[in-house]
């Protein structure tokens, strides 16, 4: 139980086009499921916190603007990177959470050229 | 501010030598405490985590990790390695509840020579 899965794994785009990141909970609901950005061998930096039927809560340093995200139900929530430069380039991780724990997708490397 | 340390960012043990991984909190109170494993390319791994009570938890694949609020550490240890234990180890800290988010350590990269 309590996998999460992400589409697409991989993903090469041009830059200045729009790339959708869908993050799914499989078998069970999450009102809050995270987005992360992994630059190569560094840690996880928390993007936004997005909460089913609300705005998404960005942190520090996040364009919200660039970097949208929708959680229109409880399985599913989506990163929409807006005229992606080469400098978006990154792993991108969702997760879900349940009380006290939170379940991590398998990620999605965009590429922009 | 909260934070996690992980003072060592590469580890090289041999195959069947005992692991520990080193993590330092600074939280205001006790976090929820949570060892991940990321091999390369993919997503997260819950190895352990810690709420309260017993100091020592056990995890999957033979790991445990004890609790030592006195020296505010959650110290990863695995009495012999594999060599399919090689990845990044993440330590995390985080509060209560759905909404509460993580933060992580700067990760170890164990490497395993046979």
């Known amino acids: 139980g309590a996998v999460v899965s992400q589409h697409p794994s991989r993903v090469i785009c041009k830059s200045g086009t729009s790339v959708k990141i869908e993050c799914r909970s499989l078998?069970?609901?999450?009102?809050?499921m995270f987005w992360y950005r992994q630059f190569p061998k560094q840690s996880l930096m928390l993007m936004a916190t997005s909460n089913e039927g609300s705005k998404a809560t960005y942190e520090q340093g996040v364009e919200k603007d660039k970097f949208l995200i929708n959680h229109a139900s409880l399985t599913l929530s989506t990163l929409t990177v807006t005229s992606a430069h080469p400098e978006d380039s990154s792993f991108y991780i969702c997760?879900?959470?349940?009380?006290?724990?939170?379940?991590f997708g398998p990620g999605t490397r965009l590429t922009v050229l | 501010a909260q934070s996690v340390t992980q003072p060592d960012i590469h580890i090289t043990v041999s195959e069947g030598a005992s692991l520990e991984l080193r993590c330092n909190y600074s939280y205001g109170a006790t976090p929820y405490l949570f060892w991940y494993v990321q091999s390369p390319g993919q997503g997260l791994q819950l190895l352990l985590k810690?709420?309260?009570?017993?100091?020592l938890v056990q995890g999957i694949k033979g790991f445990e990790a004890e609790f030592k609020r006195s020296q505010s550490s959650f110290n990863l240890r695995k009495p012999s390695v594999h060599w399919s234990d090689a990845a990044e180890y993440f330590c995390?800290?985080?509060?209560?509840?759905?909404?509460?988010?993580?933060?992580f350590g700067t990760g170890t990269r164990l490497q395993v020579t046979l």
């Open positions: 810690y709420f309260s009570g017993d100091t």
């Open positions: 078998d069970f609901q999450a009102t809050t």
């Open positions: 995390a800290g985080g509060g209560t509840g759905t909404a509460s988010k993580l933060t």
């Open positions: 997760s879900a959470s349940v009380p006290n724990e939170q379940f």
